[in-house]
């Protein structure tokens, strides 16, 4: 993948007019925008995703149902995903915001936000009778200290394997390959468990895409990572795909880091 065509998704624009096959990158893009979608609550979805030819079987995915996809009559918690909205912005406040409520937001700090931008809001008078509920703009990593809460993930598209692993620092990488060793003769360092990643391969294993980079002076998986798994040893079927992958890693791997489970 080549620079411009990330900065092209990144930026809004990337349409999805070209076929996908071996001899480009759009899959990436079809796949990272499915993945933005499902992430996205419901009541944003219209506004941030319209209609497009990526998106035209996503209404039969099994929805998520993440913490913060919330009903609009669901006051349960403060915080609230949002999108700015094309109102008045008085000297001193904030943007006016949708977040899914039957009443508008409006951010308390004054702060520059084009109209359409998506926001994680803290709604500070839920059960207030005003016009509008008042807030303050965080994080979603703020919401898990307050709270405890999951707030969903942020897709990144890395244009090369050597960039998915460089790009950002971890405190430990994990490869998951049928020829890697048996995870129950892993032991999580218990240390290094604040920022993980976990590669998997498509059809032709993490090996192809080892082969296939340029930038890796590797020729094998296993020289590349420090951990490399197998997390189904003695699979019966030929091939565990990808996405049936995924989720028995997590899975497998969540007993490990959560040792108070």
Not at 83 to 88: A, N
Not at 170 to 196: A, C, Q
Not at 224 to 238: A, K, M, T
Request: glycine share 6%; charged share 25%.
């Amino acid at each position: 993948m080549k620079p411009q065509q990330r900065e092209n998704y990144c930026s809004g624009q990337w349409y999805p007019d070209l076929p996908v096959h071996n001899g480009n990158v759009e899959c990436n893009f079809h796949l990272a925008r499915i993945l933005e979608f499902m992430e996205c609550p419901q009541y944003l979805r219209k506004t941030l995703f319209p209609l497009q030819k990526t998106l035209k079987y996503a209404g039969i995915l099994n929805p998520l149902d993440c913490p913060h996809h919330l009903r609009a009559s669901d006051l349960s918690i403060p915080y609230r995903e949002g999108i700015v909205l094309d109102k008045p912005v008085k000297t001193g406040h904030g943007p006016v915001c949708n977040i899914g409520l039957y009443k508008e937001i409006r951010i308390n700090e004054e702060v520059a936000l084009k109209p359409g931008t998506r926001v994680t809001v803290k709604v500070l008078d839920i059960y207030s009778e005003r016009k509008r509920y008042h807030g303050c703009l965080v994080n979603s990593q703020q919401i898990k200290q307050e709270a405890g809460l999951y707030w969903g993930y942020k897709v990144r598209i890395a244009l090369s394997l050597h960039d998915a692993l460089n790009a950002e620092e971890y405190d430990i990488i994990i490869g998951t390959s049928e020829r890697g060793k048996p995870v129950n003769r892993f032991e999580m360092p218990l240390s290094e468990k604040n920022r993980i990643l976990i590669v998997f391969g498509g059809l032709e294993g993490l090996e192809a895409a080892v082969k296939a980079d340029k930038s890796i002076n590797c020729s094998t998986p296993d020289e590349l990572f420090e951990h490399y798994l197998n997390v189904v040893p003695g699979q019966g079927s030929r091939i565990i795909r990808t996405e049936e992958a995924i989720p028995i890693t997590l899975a497998t791997l969540r007993s490990m880091i959560y040792t108070d489970l």
